[in-house]
C-alpha cells in the first residue's frame, strides 16, 4: 500500500531480519537512548533488538509485522503486534497486544504511525484478538495521545527492563472500538 509521499506500508518479509533489527536498534537509540548508561543500553539492543529476536517474530504467524519503507532510504518504520505478553491481571485469552510502533524521526508526523497502527488493529480485530492492550513508557506523551485516540485507557503500570534500568511503563487497553482504517494490508 503506497502513501501520497511514495511510502509503501506492508507487511514485513522473513529476509528482513537483519534490516529489520538494525531499524529497531536506531529508533530506540534515536528516541530513548538519551534515557540510559551505555551498558543498559547495549544490554538491551544485544537481547531486544537483534536478528535472533526478529527472525523468529517473522516466522511466527500469531505474529504481524508491518513496515513503513522509503523508495530512497529503505525502511523507516514498523510496528509489531500479536497475543498479548503484558503483565495484565486476568489476562483474557485472546487477548492481543500493539507491542512495538516506531519510526525514524525523520518520517514522524507523515502519517505513517496511524497507517501502522490502524492495519494492525484491523489484523487483531480479524485474528479474533480481544480486548486489546499496549504497552507505553510513562513519558511518551505523544504515543499515550495517539493510543487514546484509538480508545485505549490506562488500566495499569509495570517496570520495563532496559538492562538493569526499569522504566515506568503505562498499560493501556482499548475500551471503545477504534475509528475505521483506511485499508487492510495483508
Not at 51 to 75: E, F, K, N, S, T
Request: hydrophobic share 40%.
Amino acid at each position: 500500500m503506497s502513501t501520497p509521499r511514495g511510502f509503501t506500508v506492508r507487511r514485513a518479509r522473513p529476509a528482513e531480519a537483519p534490516d529489520l533489527a538494525s531499524l529497531a536498534r536506531d529508533t530506540f537509540v534515536e528516541t530513548f537512548g538519551y534515557l540510559y548508561r551505555p551498558e543498559d543500553l547495549g544490554a538491551f539492543l544485544e537481547t531486544s533488538q537483534s536478528v535472533a529476536a526478529y527472525a523468529p517474530l517473522l516466522h511466527d504467524p500469531r505474529v504481524g509485522i508491518w513496515v513503513a519503507q522509503d523508495p530512497h532510504q529503505g525502511l523507516v518504520g514498523f510496528l509489531t503486534a500479536g497475543p498479548c505478553k503484558l503483565p495484565v491481571p486476568q489476562r483474557e485469552d485472546r487477548a492481543g497486544e500493539i507491542r512495538q510502533l516506531y519510526l525514524r524521526a525523520a518520517v514522524q508526523r507523515e502519517g505513517l504511525g496511524t497507517r501502522l497502527l490502524a492495519l494492525a488493529l484491523d489484523w487483531l480485530a480479524a485474528e479474533g484478538h480481544a480486548p486489546l492492550y499496549v504497552g507505553v513508557w510513562s513519558g511518551n506523551l505523544g504515543a499515550q495521545r495517539l493510543y487514546a485516540r484509538y480508545g485505549f485507557e490506562k488500566v495499569g503500570e509495570h517496570d520495563f527492563p532496559v538492562g538493569n534500568q526499569l522504566d515506568r511503563e503505562f498499560i493501556l487497553r482499548q475500551k471503545k472500538a477504534a475509528p475505521p482504517s483506511p485499508a487492510v494490508a495483508t
